[in-house]
């Protein structure tokens, strides 16, 4: 192995502490607490504060993240996000290959805030990737197309204090009680739509429309 892949193996192993500890999250309902700003928030549309806070819970390595990013997710940022009627916010949960996504959120991180979404929505693009070459190969393919070198890649995936962040991360969504990726909540109520991929856009905007007449 070379010594880069032993680094990220190192991140890797480091990482699965995150997943020991979502693996132990109850399976109860989801608790408030979601309108509140928590470090590490990445967020668009309305400024904090705004009437609605709409956040989603969500990996980069969940196949039904990825189907709510591709599916409903142009029309929910068109009506909310880009007319500034919502904070939306993004909340990262790294779900199995949890090495994977940790390091994914980890290059988004890296890219700089102003290409976190993009690396974000690349690596939900592309999952298929993941699993026709290697989580490596498409992690940092994604990390040069964001204008990494792959020595930066390297510093990105193998930072323990990133980790160390991440996992703090995960332990605030434990104490909100968020059991599952993709999660919705509109200003602390959680958005539940039966059937798989996420919170349709009639339910998100029944929740949203209420809180803006309120």
Not at 181 to 187: D, G, H, K, L, Q
Not at 198 to 210: K, P, R, V
């Given at each position: ?14 990482a ?21 700003a928590?470090?590490?928030?990445m ?32 029309a929910?940022?068109?009506k909310?996000?880009?007319t ?10 790294p ?7 940790t ?12 290409k ?7 690596l ?19 990390a ?30 434990q104490a909100?009680?968020?059991?599952g ?8 109520t959680?958005?539940?739509?039966p059937?798989?991929e ?13 809180e803006?007449?309120?």
């Open positions: 192995m070379a010594p880069t892949e032993s680094r990220f193996a190192r991140m890797s192993r480091r699965a502490i995150t997943g020991a500890a979502m693996a132990t999250m109850a399976l109860a309902a989801c608790g408030g607490g979601s309108k509140g928590v470090e590490g928030d967020g668009l549309g309305a400024p904090e504060g705004a009437k609605v806070t709409v956040v989603e819970y969500a990996s980069v390595t969940c196949p039904h993240c990825a189907l709510w990013q591709k599916n409903t997710w142009p929910f940022k068109a909310y996000v880009d500034n009627k919502v904070r939306y916010v993004f909340r990262e949960l779900t199995p290959p949890v090495d994977a996504a390091a994914g959120f980890l290059v988004a991180r890296c890219a700089g805030p102003d976190y979404f993009d690396v974000v929505h690349q939900m693009a592309t999952q298929q990737e993941m699993l026709t070459s290697s989580p490596r190969d498409w992690l940092l393919r994604t040069q197309a964001a204008g990494l070198s792959e020595q930066q890649f390297n510093d990105c995936v193998t930072d323990k204090a990133a980790v160390a962040a991440m996992e703090k991360r995960v332990q605030a969504a909100q009680g968020v059991t990726t993709p999660a919705f909540y509109v200003n602390d959680q958005v539940i739509t059937g798989g996420g919170a349709s856009l009639a339910d998100l905007s029944a929740a949203i429309d209420a803006l007449a309120k």
